[in-house]
């Protein structure tokens, strides 16, 4: 999640705020008609003639009376339904193909990493102990679960290290609040050292590749020692609203518009809570995952899964780490990094253009660029086997070059 979605919450909250109200302001004009306009009774003599239908006027005021209260009551009642279960019904088998559960994987090895700031760090640990490890950074505002086709793909031949960023998934927030990226990457070095002294590589998507970068910005002596390559998926090497989709636009917007909306979101949070579950419910943040993460090839497990990411965390959490993401700017290291990099873009990503990787492909002196197609900025999920071949070759040739020995046999769980 990305600065500039910010301004996709509200207009999402407010719609949903507004659906909701219509839907409550058309039932309570059909309870009015009900209650102003009741039948008449049939002991009424003088009004025979609607009952028998020889007063043609007043039968046609009867009929027009019943619509009114039949669309009020259909309308109302509709808009209610789609407003609170439009999302986990319907809108998933309008957008998505057919998908049950998600990938099935292990449950791994449980860490609690303790940090001075006073968060704590969830970390899973899957895979073979002496097997090349892969320590995995997920994208703002999700959690380790972005990882589940990888990890049913790669668990039973390398040792993947994944954690949840601060105050996501089942990590504690700092008491801080500090959600800069030299922050994050202080407890990606914290998450390194499980790895026991063996070279890693570093894998990060969206929010993750940045904090990788930074990695590599403040922890120089690590690259190469501790370090032996990086994988940046769907990222960017700069302030991400430089490199989105229509990014003149959102640049001269951000100081009049999203870095206030960030500052009330963090005021009003509970609000934009709220706001983000009615948008889950409804379906508008279902149709707004499908139009900015997938290309069209996605299940509906894995739509579900990548909406769900969004109310499930705190609006203020994730407000100010995108003022973190704001002041963001790797361009000047790029050089200096001394490892091999995989880069890896969506073709159609709208949120981190495929022009940020190229940029990234020629700032890292080793370095190469795969590109998924047809792809969003959920690329990785929904282009899942060709994304594991990818990271599974990077990683065996960088383990090799590294002296951390060749990766075990391939198992069932290998993608073809």
């Given at each position: 999640?990305?600065?500039?979605?910010?301004?996709?919450?509200?207009?999402?909250?407010?719609?949903?705020?507004?659906?909701?109200g219509?839907?409550?302001?058309?039932?309570?004009?059909?309870?009015?008609?009900?209650?102003?306009?009741?039948?008449?009774?049939?002991?009424?003599?003088?009004?025979?003639?609607?009952?028998?239908?020889?007063?043609?006027?007043?039968?046609?005021?009867?009929?027009?009376?019943?619509?009114?209260?039949?669309?009020?009551?259909?309308?109302?009642?509709?808009?209610?339904?789609?407003?609170?279960?439009?999302?986990?019904?319907?809108?998933?088998?309008?957008?998505?193909?057919?998908?049950?559960?998600?990938?099935?994987?292990?449950?791994?090895?449980?860490?609690?990493?303790?940090?001075?700031?006073?968060?704590?760090?969830?970390?899973?640990?899957?895979g073979?102990?002496?097997?090349?490890?892969?320590v995995?950074?997920?994208?703002?505002?999700?959690n380790?679960?972005?990882?589940?086709?990888?990890?049913?793909?790669?668990?039973?031949?390398?040792?993947?290290?994944?954690?949840?960023?601060?105050?996501?998934?089942?990590?504690?927030?700092?008491?801080?609040?500090?959600?800069?990226?030299?922050?994050?990457?202080?407890?990606?070095d914290?998450?390194?050292?499980?790895?026991?002294?063996?070279?890693?590589?570093?894998?990060?998507?969206?929010?993750?590749?940045?904090?990788?970068?930074?990695?590599?910005?403040?922890?120089?002596?690590?690259?190469?020692?501790?370090?032996?390559?990086?994988v940046?998926?769907?990222t960017?090497?700069?302030?991400?609203?430089?490199?989105?989709?229509?990014?003149?636009?959102?640049?001269?917007?951000?100081?009049?518009?999203?870095?206030?909306?960030?500052?009330?979101?963090?005021?009003?949070?509970?609000?934009?809570?709220?706001?983000?579950?009615?948008?889950?419910?409804?379906?508008?943040?279902?149709?707004?995952?499908?139009?900015?993460?997938?290309?069209?090839?996605?299940?509906?497990?894995?739509?579900?899964?990548?909406?769900?990411?969004?109310?499930?965390?705190?609006?203020?959490?994730?407000?100010?780490?995108?003022?973190?993401?704001?002041?963001?700017?790797?361009?000047?290291?790029?050089?200096?990094?001394?490892?091999?990099?995989?880069?890896?873009?969506?073709?159609?990503?709208?949120?981190?253009?495929?022009?940020?990787?190229?940029?990234?492909?020629?700032?890292?002196?080793?370095s190469?660029?795969?590109?998924?197609?047809?792809?969003?900025?959920?690329?990785?999920?929904?282009?899942?086997?060709?994304?594991?071949?990818?990271?599974?070759?990077?990683?065996?040739?960088?383990?090799?070059?590294?002296?951390?020995?060749?990766?075990?046999?391939?198992?069932?769980?290998?993608?073809?």
């Open positions: 999640m990305m600065p500039v979605q910010i301004l996709g919450i509200w207009f999402r909250g407010l719609f949903s705020f507004a659906a909701l219509l839907a409550a302001y058309l039932l309570y004009r059909g309870f009015e008609e009900v209650r102003d306009h009741p039948d008449p009774p049939p002991d009424r003599p003088e009004l025979a003639g609607v009952a028998d239908g020889t007063d043609t006027d007043a039968r046609g005021e009867e009929g027009e009376h019943r619509a009114r209260v039949m669309a009020y009551f259909i309308g109302g009642g509709t808009l209610l339904a789609l407003s609170l279960l439009g999302g986990p019904g319907l809108v998933p088998l309008l957008l998505a193909r057919g998908g049950g559960a998600g990938p099935e994987v292990s449950d791994g090895e449980t860490h609690r990493l303790a940090r001075p700031d006073g968060s704590e760090l969830h970390v899973v640990i899957d073979p102990p002496d097997a090349p490890t892969i995995l950074t997920h994208g703002w505002g999700a380790r679960d972005e990882w589940l086709e990888l990890r049913h793909h790669l668990a039973g031949r390398f040792r993947l290290i994944m954690w949840d960023l601060p105050g996501l998934g089942r990590s504690k927030r700092p008491d801080n609040r500090d959600y800069r990226l030299e922050t994050l990457a202080g407890h990606l914290a998450v390194v050292e499980l790895a026991g002294g063996r070279p890693v590589v570093l894998l990060g998507h969206s929010i993750g590749g940045m904090i990788t970068l930074t990695y590599c910005q403040q922890f120089p002596g690590a690259i190469g020692p501790k370090v032996a390559g990086l940046l998926v769907h960017t090497y700069t302030n991400p609203v430089r490199t989105t989709k229509n990014a003149p636009l959102y640049t001269a917007l951000e100081k009049p518009l999203i870095v206030p909306l960030l500052h009330l979101t963090i005021a009003l949070s509970p609000l934009v809570w709220l706001m983000n579950w009615m948008s889950y419910l409804n379906g508008t943040l279902h149709l707004s995952t499908a139009r900015q993460s997938f290309a069209g090839r996605q299940s509906r497990e894995q739509l579900e899964r990548a909406t769900r990411f969004a109310p499930h965390g705190s609006p203020a959490v994730l407000a100010r780490g995108m003022f973190g993401m704001l002041r963001y700017d790797a361009t000047a290291s790029l050089r200096s990094i001394a490892v091999p990099a995989l880069v890896v873009a969506g073709d159609r990503d709208p949120i981190l253009l495929p022009e940020a990787s190229e940029r990234i492909r020629d700032g890292i002196p080793d190469r660029l795969e590109t998924l197609a047809p792809a969003r900025h959920m690329g990785l999920m929904e282009h899942h086997e060709r994304f594991a071949r990818e990271v599974a070759a990077f990683v065996e040739a960088t383990a090799g070059a590294a002296g951390a020995g060749p990766a075990s046999r391939p198992t069932s769980r290998q993608p073809r």
